[in-house]
């Protein structure tokens, strides 16, 4: 009781006055601090009272009278003094109050339940309850309605607020009210909820109004979720994929329970290669399902099926095919028999396997659907194309070309009787048989077919959808195929504009286009455009894929095989040994994956010159495709060619020759004789018997070869450059000049248009030109073949060297041929071009003998000086050739040659030397030098330089 009076005294000395008209001893804020002081009632309540009689027309006296009557009477009540929360209506009636003077009720409550609250009763300042209304007339009550207010203060109370804190938290909720009821007003003229919410919340019964928008707004978010499932469904219709997922993310947002939109949505990320999200909300929807279906799991059986599909493009295979697995076993339970649903699961599980690289299993799966959907499915012919396709597909991942195209054909029957024509299935089967065509060779027939799908879909959808880009980017594989390089870039460009507009620049199809961009670039010898293209689809796929999907491998793989193009043949190692790991880790030691990342490595290593590690890679590569084929599979004929080009490289042709008929043998028995494949075989033939010297039976198998591929590929391919280039190189060794001009011209002409002029291509067809011109003593035209190729060629091409020396060669011997008509003055920039040249590469063998022609000119041209000059230069040279002699260098009959050839060199300069050294009266070095030259062509029997000492008097000389 003592803490009550003491707070209420508190309290009460907080009291300030209302800025009321009146003023003096008679004013009402003095009146009513006075009743305050007396009857213990909150001034704010009383000067409410006073301003009640005042607006009646009361005189000053009556209304301090009529209101101390009231405040007499109202100390008496059972609510005053028990402290209730409102006056009853006994008490109403006791103080003459009734309904018409809800204000002195109202004041007289506000005492009460301030009282109740503790609150201050301060009349002063600018947040005082007591602040004075619109019109002048004094708020209580905070201003809102006092229900509103008793039900905020009884919030408080049930939150445990603290008393000290009591009054700034109440006032904290009546500003938020006030903002809530300001919202109110601005849409309940509109809104009938929000319109009777209003009258509630003004009423007091803020709990109903809460009741009230709580149910509209669950009502409305269900709506809404609806409105965002209906909008993402009907962008997906439109193709607008990205905005699409906006509408489905809302509506699972809004109702994170409802599967329906959980599986909308999961099935749209994975349309947009997102497969993580995919498979979270999959999963969610699964939990959902086997929570309120728990008794019914064939209703979400075909989750697992979702499940596991998306499983299989994220690459995890295994865990694909176990969700797949889960719901057959399912259905099995429930059903006690396979079913149409069946043929859905064995269908994706053989993709699984197909993926895996497993085609034997997949083929048994595909089958396995076939049957089903022959025994339920009836007359509904699609589904059968669709199994017969993904067939007809796994036989061409396997080898069987004809099984596949008798496959497919089944499926293109099947799809044409369901759909007459004009349907995705038929365009897609067109698409299966293109690329079966294609794999078989026959480039003219896979563009018919792939024309077909293109036509269909354009028919269906437009010339801008996705499964156009599709066919757009197969067309450019056959275009890159036959050579048409810019063609196919084209084709790829189309596909890459689609994709990035209907998928995002973040999709894995959009890696695709740039990885295909990027090889075709690299055919054209573009390689840093190359590079950044397959860089662009790494990035890409890293993200959409992770960093450790089996397709990163591919794009490692391509980057290496860039760096070999490049000649920068540890960088190449590094992506293939890259792309190695990622495969290894994927499928394990024994998928062809594998074994294809094994042969790069081998390819990198062989031009490496490691022959050892290039064979042990090949023989890996081997072993895998051998374990994984029948013994004359197409894979294995690679590696055989592979291989004998090793055995080839170092001397064994025989053991070469045996692989590379072992490959022919294979290339006939799947493709035929008329494939390009079988052609590769024949032209490897080919160079091995040209390197056996049978250059007879080389033009046979290389004629071969080009009768198959000039029907297969056109004349315009660069294979077909490449097959003149080696007909030319083999008229060449035969000695055969004017044929091997014949064919080397047509090879570069090939190359010119094909590559452009800045082509390794094109520099290896001058280099060799350049070459038969100089056989021929053709040598401006060598040296204009040589330059043209040394333009082209970077410095760290491993044929820039050679094509210097020869560079340098032919200009010395056209110098030559100059000097030995006399026209030493023609003869001089000549000599010193070879010089120059030579010089660069440090050959001293050779340079000794330009040093020595250059200084003979200037003797010829009597410019005696810059004749000793060279000639020094050239002894010089010689000179530390010979310091250069080791033991195993004097027992190599090369060098030996060489070194017998670089003296005699000397003798020859020493001897024009001492003619330059008279010429400039330098008699005694002449003299010296004669001597010198006279003894080392005695012990040589050098007799041409003999009878030269004797014939300028020399030899006499030197001995008087």
């Known amino acids: 009781m003592k803490l009550k009076i003491v707070l209420f005294f508190l309290l009460n000395s907080l009291i300030g006055l209302a800025q009321v008209k009146t003023t003096g001893e008679q004013s009402p804020a003095v009146i009513a601090k006075n009743f305050s002081a007396v009857y213990g009632v909150r001034t704010d309540a009383i000067l409410e009272i006073l301003n009640v009689f005042e607006e009646s027309g009361l005189s000053a006296i009556e209304r301090k009278n009529r209101t101390e009557e009231i405040l007499k009477t109202y100390q008496k009540t059972p609510e005053r003094k028990q402290g209730g929360s409102y006056l009853s209506e006994t008490s109403k009636k006791e103080l003459g109050i009734f309904t018409h003077n809800s204000k002195i009720i109202d004041a007289l409550n506000w005492d009460l339940f301030a009282q109740k609250k503790y609150l201050s009763v301060s009349t002063s300042g600018i947040n005082s309850p007591a602040v004075n209304a619109a019109g002048g007339e004094v708020n209580i009550w905070y201003g809102v309605p006092p229900k509103v207010l008793q039900v905020l203060a009884e919030t408080l109370e049930k939150n445990k607020i603290a008393l000290i804190d009591f009054e700034d938290r109440l006032k904290e909720l009546v500003k938020k009210y006030e903002a809530l009821k300001t919202e109110f007003d601005s849409y309940g003229k509109t809104d009938p909820i929000i319109k009777e919410a209003e009258r509630l919340l003004n009423e007091g019964n803020i709990f109903d109004a809460e009741k009230l928008i709580d149910s509209d707004y669950g009502t409305s978010k269900r709506r809404q979720a609806y409105k965002g499932y209906l909008l993402g469904k009907t962008k997906e219709l439109l193709l607008k994929y990205d905005s699409a997922s906006i509408g489905l993310r809302d509506a699972v947002f809004l109702e994170p329970d409802n599967s329906k939109y959980l599986i909308a949505l999961a099935r749209l990320e994975s349309v947009l290669a997102h497969y993580d999200d995919a498979l979270l909300y999959y999963e969610k929807a699964l939990e959902i399902e086997e929570r309120i279906n728990a008794n019914r799991p064939e209703w979400y059986s075909f989750l697992y099926s979702d499940i596991g599909n998306v499983r299989r493009l994220k690459g995890d295979y295994n865990l694909g095919i176990e969700y797949l697995k889960k719901a057959i076993a399912i259905d099995s339970v429930i059903l006690g028999r396979e079913d149409a649903n069946f043929a859905v699961y064995f269908n994706n599980i053989g993709l699984c396997y197909d993926s895996k690289g497993e085609y034997e299993s997949a083929v048994k799966y595909y089958n396995r659907a076939i049957k089903i959907n022959l025994t339920f499915s009836g007359n509904d012919y699609s589904k059968l194309a669709h199994n017969y396709n993904n067939l007809g597909t796994s036989y061409l991942s396997k080898g069987e070309i004809d099984t596949s195209i008798s496959c497919l054909e089944k499926a293109l029957t099947y799809a044409l009787s369901a759909y007459e024509g004009k349907h995705l299935v038929v365009a897609n089967t067109y698409n299966s048989l293109g690329s079966a065509w294609q794999k078989n060779g026959n480039y003219e027939r896979a563009k018919e077919f792939l024309g077909k799908s293109i036509q269909i879909i354009s028919q269906i959808f437009g010339d801008r959808h996705p499964d156009l880009a599709v066919q757009y980017n197969n067309i450019g594989t056959v275009l890159e195929e036959q050579g048409q390089y810019d063609k196919a ?472």
């Not at 011109?773 to 043209?788: C, G, K, P, S, V």
Request: net charge neutral; proline share 1%; aromatic share 12%.
């Open 489 to 960: 870039i084209f084709f790829y460009e189309r596909a890459l504009e689609i994709d990035s507009q209907f998928l995002g620049m973040k999709h894995h199809h959009v890696a695709i286009r740039y990885n295909n961009l990027g090889m075709a670039w690299a055919q054209k010898a573009d390689y840093q455009k190359a590079m950044a293209f397959v860089k662009k689809a790494l990035n890409i796929d890293s993200v959409a894929l992770g960093y450790e999907h089996h397709q990163l491998a591919k794009y490692y793989d391509n980057l290496g095989s860039i760096f070999v193009d490049l000649g920068i043949y540890d960088s190449a190692i590094i992506m293939h040994k890259k792309a190695l790991l990622i495969d290894l880790s994927a499928f394990g030691e024994n998928h062809s994956n594998v074994g294809t990342r094994y042969n790069n490595l081998g390819l990198a290593f062989q031009h490496l010159g490691q022959l050892d590690k290039a064979l042990d890679f090949y023989e890996k590569a081997l072993s895998i495709l051998e374990n994984k084929h029948a013994d004359q599979h197409p894979d294995l004929a690679a590696c055989f060619t592979n291989i004998g080009s090793v055995w080839q490289e170092r001397g064994d042709f025989n053991r070469a020759l045996g692989l590379f008929e072992k490959s022919l043998q294979i290339a006939v028995k799947f493709f035929g004789d008329k494939h390009p494949r079988t052609a590769i075989a024949l032209e490897k033939l080919g160079l091995i018997y040209k390197d056996k010297g049978d250059y007879d039976k080389a033009l046979s198998y290389y004629n071969q070869a080009f009768l198959i591929d000039s029907v297969a590929l056109g004349m315009e391919h660069p294979v077909i450059a490449d097959l003149y280039y080696k007909i030319g190189s083999v008229w060449q060794y035969k000695k055969f000049s004017t044929f091997s001009i014949k064919f080397l011209e047509k090879a570069l002409t090939i190359n010119l248009k094909v590559f452009g002029k800045s082509h390794v291509e094109v520099a290896k067809c001058y280099h060799t030109l350049g070459l038969v011109r100089f056989d021929l003593t053709e040598y401006d035209l060598a040296i204009l073949a040589f330059e043209q190729c040394k333009a082209i060629l970077s410095s760290n091409d491993p044929h820039f060297l050679s094509t210097i020396q020869m560079l340098a060669q032919a200009a010395n011997a056209r110098g030559m041929q100059f000097s030995s008509i006399g026209q030493y003055a023609s003869a001089l920039p000549y000599l010193q071009k070879s010089l120059e040249d030579i010089e660069k590469l440090k050959d001293w063998p050779l340079s000794v003998i330009f040093y020595y022609n250059l200084g003979f000119i200037y003797k010829s041209l009597r410019d005696f000086e810059n004749g000793i000059f060279y000639l020094d230069k050239g002894l010089t040279s010689a000179s530390e050739i010979f310091q250069q002699t080791t033991g195993e260098i004097v027992n190599n009959p090369e060098w030996i040659a060489q070194i017998d050839q670089n003296k005699r060199v000397s003798r020859l300069m020493k001897f024009h030397k001492i003619s330059c050294l008279v010429e400039v009266r330098r008699k005694k070095e002449a003299k010296t030098l004669s001597t010198k030259l006279y003894l080392e062509a005695m012990e040589a029997k050098d007799d041409d330089i003999l009878q030269g000492l004797k014939r300028e008097g020399w030899i006499k000389k030197s001995r008087i």
